[in-house]
């Protein structure tokens, strides 16, 4: 059972419409909010934030230059926040109001100095989807910005045909230019697995994207040792071994991805694609789905709304199906 988000909201005295429209964003079905703008510089001031921390599951610091100037205020407090999120009894968030504000040397102060889950900064443009997750009981995280890009079309299946896996790549980069270019996009080229675990340890990632042949056992990548070979991977093995870099969402853009996925274990979200898919469609949905990911953070929504568009350009060519981690799916023909 999921339980009822209690947030509590923190900032400057002068940023209060900036939290009244926070507050009024979130504070509504079961999330109870509450919010406090006054810096703690009296014994009962810090007794009655320590209390309204203790009643809090979420924290959302709204932050900004006026913010910053008062942090010396709420050290206290503040302390008092990591003791109760590294006892498991808390989650943090930090939004920046007006990030390009802030000359490079202070934001290099906020990381070091506030309390923070593995990278929250998210900025006052993630509000519908801080929303959506406070409302649907999910974790505070950051927005997602990294994405590992996997690409193999072995030799060994050209007789089948050439994947034109530079189209899709090519679509992805336009969609994130489109949005700003929100995402940290890496690529993986003629990938044999070796290459997917290095690249995994290389760096973060939110999202891993395998483009490529697939068939009902799992996904094809280049052979380790021999080039006029495939590598079969399958996918349980693979999602086991994801589990341990904790990436949000991982597409297969490849055809019978679906059929091979008999449960998501542990991702928050799988997507992959029912029998057959064309070039084209597979290109396509992966356009529309970054373009919207990048401008809301919202894997449900981008699929919603990549799937929408792609039902209505290319009819049945490409069926993409979403997988929630927590069981169950979405997108059947």
């Not at 810096?39 to 007794?47: D, E, G």
Request: overall charge positive; aromatic content about 10%; charged content about 20%.
């Amino acid at each position: 059972m999921v339980d009822i988000p209690t947030v509590l909201m923190l900032a400057s005295p002068a940023d209060r419409s900036v939290a009244t429209a926070l507050r009024e964003q979130i504070c509504r079905d079961s999330v109870l909010c509450r919010w406090l703008g006054t810096p703690a510089k009296s014994w009962l001031q810090r007794s009655l934030l320590t209390a309204r921390l203790h009643q809090a599951n979420r924290l959302l610091l709204v932050v900004s230059r006026r913010f910053f100037q008062e942090f010396a205020s709420f050290a206290e407090f503040f302390a008092a926040a990591v003791a109760r999120r590294n006892a498991g009894l808390l989650e943090i968030a930090v939004v920046l109001v007006e990030p390009l504000a802030f000359p490079p040397s202070e934001l290099g102060q906020l990381a070091q100095r506030l309390p923070s889950n593995r990278y929250p900064w998210r900025d006052f443009g993630w509000l519908q989807a801080i929303a959506r997750e406070l409302r649907r009981g999910l974790r505070l995280v950051r927005p997602i910005r990294d994405v590992l890009c996997i690409y193999a079309c072995p030799e060994a299946l050209w007789n089948s045909g050439v994947l034109r896996l530079d189209l899709e790549r090519r679509q992805i980069e336009e969609a994130n230019r489109f949005s700003g270019m929100r995402l940290r996009i890496r690529d993986c080229w003629a990938a044999r697995p070796s290459d997917v675990g290095a690249h995994l340890r290389a760096g973060p990632v939110d999202v891993l994207h395998f483009a490529g042949h697939g068939e009902p056992g799992g996904i094809l990548l280049e052979h380790e040792y021999d080039r006029h070979q495939a590598q079969l991977v399958a996918i349980a093995p693979l999602l086991r071994m994801l589990q341990n870099y904790q990436p949000r969402c991982l597409v297969l853009n490849a055809c019978w991805s679906a059929s091979a996925l008999l449960a998501n274990q542990g991702i928050p979200y799988v997507i992959a694609m029912e029998g057959q898919a064309n070039d084209d469609g597979a290109a396509f949905f992966a356009r529309s789905f970054y373009q919207v990911l990048a401008d809301t953070n919202d894997v449900e929504f981008a699929f919603d709304h990549a799937r929408g568009l792609l039902d209505m350009t290319h009819g049945g060519g490409c069926r993409p199906r979403l997988f929630y981690g927590r069981g169950g799916s979405r997108g059947m023909a």
